[in-house]
């Protein structure tokens, strides 16, 4: 695991806040349950990587054709994730793990997904090339999350507040996803815009062949 100074305050943010994050989010999260839906709707069969795994907010929604192995970045939230998993009496590899420097092998997945985690990784780039590394080639990446509004005076908002909300929740509210994505190794697939001023993006995009 990394341990980089921003990584360790990364996760000590999510551990601090991990016995309340469910209940932070209970009025985001009436919006967020159909975009879930829409992406492990997509999702093919196969082995399937879920990173950021939280307290396991997705896992109603994994299909039955996938075996899925989720990390976290904080024990805290993988404990909720591990009990929510045992009361849904679902089989999980669940493991505490950084993004950025994933202990698999080449080429060992054939999909993976992150829900509103790239917000909250320190270097973004690096674990989207982790991500290109892992899956195999041609396989798909699924990524949901909340980016900067580029439009005038909302933009510098966000950005201005974002040193605030990076410190009470471990989340910048003006990361530019998309466009990482695209510096990235990966290969754009499709955007869909989702949400007010189309905050929220959901990414497809492919690990090259």
């Given at each position: 695991m990394t341990n980089n100074h921003n990584t360790k305050k990364t996760r000590a943010?999510?551990?601090?806040?991990?016995?309340?994050?469910?209940l932070m989010e209970i009025l985001p999260e009436r919006r967020f349950v159909p975009w879930r839906q829409q992406l492990w709707a997509q999702v093919p069969p196969g082995q399937?990587?879920?990173?950021?795994?939280?307290?396991?907010?997705?896992?109603?929604?994994?299909?039955?054709?996938i075996t899925v192995t989720g990390i976290d970045l904080s024990d805290g939230m993988l404990a909720r994730a591990r009990k929510k998993a045992r009361l849904m009496d679902?089989?999980?590899?669940?493991?505490?793990?950084?993004?950025?420097?994933l202990d698999f092998a080449a080429d060992t997945f054939d999909a993976a997904v992150a829900?509103?985690?790239?917000?909250?990784?320190?270097?973004p780039l690096v674990a989207l090339d982790e991500l290109a590394r892992v899956v195999k080639p041609g396989?798909?990446?699924?990524l949901l999350d909340h980016v900067r509004i580029d439009r005038p005076?909302?933009?510098p908002v966000m950005d201005a507040v974002n040193p605030l909300t990076v410190r009470l929740t471990g989340a910048n509210i003006n990361r530019r996803t998309v466009e990482n994505v695209r510096q990235s190794s990966l290969l754009i697939e499709s955007v869909t815009d989702l949400g007010p001023l189309d905050v929220v993006k959901l990414i497809v995009a492919d690990t090259p062949a």
């Open positions: 943010r999510y551990n601090r806040i991990a016995p309340v994050y469910d399937v990587l879920e990173v950021g795994v939280g307290t396991g907010k997705n896992f109603p929604f994994h299909p039955d054709s679902k089989t999980l590899d669940l493991r505490q793990m950084d993004a950025q420097a829900t509103f985690v790239f917000c909250s990784i320190p270097d396989g798909k990446i699924f005076v909302i933009g």
